[in-house]
């Protein structure tokens, strides 16, 4: 009888345990919202602590990453709105084109809402948590060096140049890790862009401890050797100190000097002031700029290695896009050898191409955001301080939107009248990526050189791909470059 008893009691303990597991965050941070929690989102705010990133990283680890929304839209149905607790914070995912452009719209009712751990590593001082103001400031000064037909055309033979280069460089290499390579050369692009800086050596330094660091963002805060954030930590701690010793020697080569013409961002990051006659100091610069180097890069060299895939997959949109290139080529004066930037903007099939990577990868598959206030949509109530994400992945494959959307398909594109917000590849509002230009430009004028003389064969042409912290093959595309016969 007394086993009995203790069995019983043991049985009653775990259950207790399990219904205050359960319904801890609960507790915590709902409860206290009073009348308001019955008008909160459909959702569940999982286990203290962990929440439901265990959930999320166990999809986004497997070969169906959408599973992890995929399994609220069956418990909850289709609200395209959803509670859940996520990198440390109660907050909202958002899947739907109107809510999505609400939230990344609306600067009077949202604000920045990325993880600490997440600032931590790319920078307080950075446009991921500074305020609105600033933002704007800071963005209309550093803006102009990646955007505009200006910068594009100051960059443009730069980019082409190294194109050509590497791509030659490719071919005698045999087998290469073609999204390693192509990372080398959009970092080396946006080092010349930002820091005027050609050091080889400085540059694959620096780029090994971007990937470590961009590994870290998405990952658990868990600063505990052998996990990713620890790593990233230290990381960015070794960028700190690399970008420290070239802001010294740009301060010190600018104090023998009588120029006062800006050369690229770090000298107008040095000049500007604000109202006040205030200059940014040494930590706010470098992390400006290792928001910039980390984002300039990563996106255009991942775009890049996707749409070559994809288009090698699919020979009759190769050939078409090829065709489009040949075209230019045939048209132009026989004494032009460069691209200009009216060719790329009459590249009218391979921006289909690359729109429809962009939405077939989705780069980023999240943003950040931070509810200011109590704010209403589709009649759930968002609290004040909950943390909001724009889950841009769920609208770029929503097949109410994209007929067969896993499909590479970039025809979908020829009469599409899409509405605002069901193509995010670069966000939305006045936190819109400043850089989209620039990778556009990059990523066209590398599939110009790339689809007139080259072609890729791929080595593990089924190797299994990774979804965290961007889509990549596990193998980096391990391939060889080759020249059309």
């Keep these: 009888m007394e086993l009995v008893h203790a069995i019983v009691g043991v049985l009653g303990c775990v259950l207790i345990l399990k219904f205050l597991l359960k319904n801890g965050n609960w507790w915590v941070y709902e409860t206290k919202l009073g009348e308001k929690r019955y008008f909160l989102p459909p959702g569940d705010l999982g286990w203290p602590f962990i929440g439901n990133m265990w959930s999320f990283l166990r999809a986004f680890k497997s070969s169906d990453p959408d599973s992890f929304i995929s399994s609220y839209v069956s418990r909850y149905g289709r609200t395209g709105i959803y509670k859940a607790f996520m990198f440390g914070n109660p907050s909202v ?74 791509l030659e460089k490719w071919t005698e290499m045999g087998e290469i890790e073609f999204l390693t390579e192509l990372r080398k050369l959009t970092f080396k692009i946006i080092m010349h862009i930002f820091l005027s800086s050609e050091k080889e050596q400085v540059m694959e330094a620096l780029e090994k401890e971007y990937t470590t660091l961009n590994h870290g963002v998405r990952a658990m805060a868990i600063n505990i050797p052998g996990f990713a954030y620890h790593k990233a930590l230290k990381a960015r701690k070794n960028l700190v100190a690399s970008l420290q010793s070239v802001v010294d020697e740009r301060r010190s080569r600018r104090s023998k000097t009588l120029t006062t013409e800006n050369k690229d ?111 209403n949509i589709s009649g759930y109530i968002i609290p004040k301080g909950w943390k909001v994400l724009v889950w841009f992945r769920s609208v770029h494959l929503d097949p109410e939107i994209y007929p067969n959307p896993m499909e590479f398909n970039p025809s979908r594109w020829d009469s599409s009248t899409h509405k605002a917000g069901e193509f995010l590849p670069f966000g939305a509002g006045s936190r819109l990526c400043p850089g989209n230009d620039l990778a556009k430009m990059e990523i066209s004028i590398f599939l110009h050189y790339f689809l007139l003389h080259y072609e890729l064969q791929q080595l593990n042409p089924g190797c299994p791909v990774r979804y965290l912290p961007h889509t990549r093959p596990t193998d980096n595309c391990l391939a060889r470059i080759k020249k059309c016969s």
């Excluded at 009712?109 to 950075?126: D, H, K």
């Design 265 to 375: 961002m770090m000298d107008a990051l040095m000049d500007v002031e604000d109202e006040n006659g205030r200059k940014l100091s040494d930590e706010e610069i470098i992390d400006i700029l290792i928001m910039y180097l980390n984002a300039g890069h990563e996106s255009s060299g991942h775009i890049t290695m996707w749409t070559t895939i994809l288009l090698q997959q699919h020979p009759e949109y190769l050939r078409k896009a090829k065709a489009e290139q040949e075209e230019i080529i045939r048209k132009r004066p026989q004494t032009q050898n460069k691209l200009t930037l009216k060719e790329i903007r009459e590249m009218e099939y391979l921006s289909k191409v690359i729109d429809e990577a962009l939405r077939l990868i989705t780069f980023s598959l999240v943003v950040f955001r931070e509810a200011k206030s109590d704010i």
């Design 93 to 166: 995912i958002v899947t739907k084109p109107e809510t999505c452009k609400r939230v990344l719209t609306d600067d009077e009712g949202f604000t920045t809402g990325w993880p600490r751990s997440a600032i931590e590593l790319i920078g307080r001082n950075s446009f991921i948590d500074i305020s609105y103001e600033e933002h704007k400031r800071l963005r209309r000064l550093t803006s102009a060096s990646v955007n505009g037909y200006e910068a594009l055309s100051l960059y443009m033979g730069y980019v082409e140049d190294n194109v050509k280069c590497y």
